[in-house]
Nanobody
Framework: VQLQASGGGMVQAGDSLRLSCAAS????????LGWFRQAPGKEREFVAGISRSGSVTLYADSVKGRFTISRDNAKNAVSLQMNTLKPEDTAVYYC??????????????????WGQGTLVTVSS
């Protein structure tokens, strides 16, 4: 599966942004999906994940209550709605897909496919 992330930009603290990730391939619904982010000088970290059916979602503590992940298997798309953004949310955001783990994984190493990343910059 090929992934294409979009929607990043420069916003102010408190603003909202919606990231989207479009996927190619007819087996999209067989992958768990995740959003990760990587700030300069830091490792890639888990942000949110969603199961194949969309019935299970996981969030990092740092974004819980502010971010919402969703997917549309009919459109081969996954989104990340980000509200009340903070400067510490500044990073390159990546969407990933994985099918080898039972359940949504928070480990980047589990993900087989990645989008190219989209930059989110939040100014104070």
């Amino acid at each position: 599966v090929q992934l294409q992330a979009s929607g990043g930009g420069m916003v102010q603290a408190g603003d909202s942004l919606r990231l989207s990730c479009a996927a190619s391939g007819r087996t999209f619904s067989t992958y768990d999906l995740g959003w990760f982010r990587q700030a300069p000088g830091k490792e890639r970290e888990f942000v949110a994940g969603i199961s194949r059916s969309g019935s299970v979602t996981l969030y990092a503590d740092s974004v819980k209550g502010r971010f919402t992940i969703s997917r549309d298997n009919a459109k081969n798309a996954v989104s990340l709605q980000m509200n009340t953004l903070k400067p510490e949310d500044t990073a390159v955001y990546y969407c990933g897909a994985e099918s080898r783990t039972l359940g949504v994984s928070k480990l980047a190493a589990r993900y087989e496919y990645w989008g190219q990343g989209t930059l989110v910059t939040v100014s104070s």
